[in-house]
C-alpha cells in the first residue's frame, strides 16, 4: 500500500524544556553540530554534514529514562571513558557479538543510548568445559547432522547452552566434538564424554542465515583477522543460539588467534 510516505530524512524529534541549554549541551559535551536554530523552540543537530534529530520545546517535556536516540561512536571504550571522566552519568558498556553500547544521561535527564558496531571482534574465551560426543573427522554430512540432533534433543530443558560444534581448523570444515557448555549444576544424560577447552583469544564473528553457509562467514573472518595482522590458529568453534536446522539460525563463529603480527 502507497500512502505517500517517503524515507528521505527520517524526522527524529527530542523534546526539551530549554532548546538553548539542550543544544549546548549536545554540542561541548558530545561534539555535535549545531545546525538552524532559533534558540527558543527548535534546533537541528548534525555530525559533519549528516542529520541526527531535531531538539524540540515542550513546556511539559518529561526526561526519557529509555533512549529513542542512539548515536554512533568509532571506540565505544574511549567515549565511554570520556564521558564518564567528564562528569556525565553513563551505564556500564554492554558488549554483544557484533555490537557494544551504553546509555549516558544528556543535560535535560534524558538517557542517549550511544553504540558501536563490529564486522568483528578479538575476545578472550574460556575455559570451556563441553559434554558431548566425539566425531571421526571422517564422518559424513549426514553422520554429523543426526549427531547433532542426538545431542541436541539431550541437552537439559532448564539449560541455557545450545549446540557447540568443534572443528579441527580454521581451513577445513572437519568435525570433531559436538556437544554443549557443561555448568557445574548440569549433568550430561546420554554420555560422560566431556572436551575441555583451555582459555584462548579467538576472533569473534555473528553468523545469521543458512548453517550450510557458516563456511563463508568463517572464511570471511579469517580474512579480516590476517588483515589486522593476527595468525588465525588451528580450531574454530560455532556456538549456535537457535536450533541448528533453524532457518535462518544465528550462531556466534571463534577462530583461535595465536598471535600478533
Avoid at 42 to 62: G, N, Q, R
Avoid at 74 to 82: F, K, S, Y
Avoid at 106 to 127: C, K, M, T, W, Y
Avoid at 205 to 234: D, I, N, R
Amino acid at each position: 500500500m502507497d500512502i505517500g510516505i517517503v524515507g528521505e530524512r527520517p524526522g527524529v524529534t527530542l523534546h526539551v524544556q530549554n532548546v538553548r541549554r539542550a543544544s549546548e549541551w549536545y554540542r561541548d559535551i558530545l561534539g555535535l553540530t549545531l545546525g538552524p536554530t532559533d534558540g527558543t523552540y527548535y534546533a537541528e543537530l548534525l555530525t559533519k554534514d549528516t542529520f541526527l534529530f531535531h531538539l524540540i520545546y515542550a513546556k511539559d517535556a518529561v526526561p526519557l529514562q529509555q533512549p529513542v536516540i542512539q548515536l554512533q561512536s568509532c571506540d565505544i571504550t574511549r567515549t565511554h571513558q570520556e564521558l564518564a571522566d567528564g562528569g556525565i552519568e553513563v551505564t556500564p558498556i554492554s558488549w554483544n557479538t557484533d555490537n557494544a553500547g551504553f546509555h549516558c544521561i544528556d543535560g535535560e535527564g534524558n538517557a542517549i543510548g550511544i553504540i558501536q558496531f563490529f564486522s568483528h571482534r578479538v575476545v578472550e574465551l574460556g575455559p570451556l568445559n563441553l559434554a558431548g560426543l566425539y566425531m571421526d573427522i571422517n564422518s559424513t554430512q549426514e553422520e554429523i547432522l543426526a549427531r547433532i540432533q542426538e545431542v541436541e534433543r539431550q541437552i537439559p530443558q532448564e539449560s541455557t547452552s545450545r549446540i557447540i560444534i568443534v572443528h579441527d581448523s580454521v581451513h577445513t570444515q572437519r568435525v570433531i566434538f559436538i556437544g554443549y557448555v557443561c555448568h557445574s549444576n548440569e549433568e550430561y544424560p546420554a554420555a560422560p564424554t566431556t572436551m575441555r577447552i583451555p582459555a584462548q583469544f579467538y576472533g569473534l564473528k555473528w553468523h545469521y542465515g543458512s548453517s550450510a553457509q557458516t563456511q563463508q562467514t568463517f572464511e570471511a573472518l579469517v580474512g579480516s583477522l590476517v588483515e589486522q595482522g593476527y595468525t588465525p590458529g588451528e580450531q574454530r568453534l560455532e556456538f549456535h543460539k537457535r536450533p541448528y536446522l533453524a532457518n535462518p539460525t544465528e550462531a556466534n563463529l571463534y577462530v583461535a588467534v595465536t598471535q600478533k603480527i
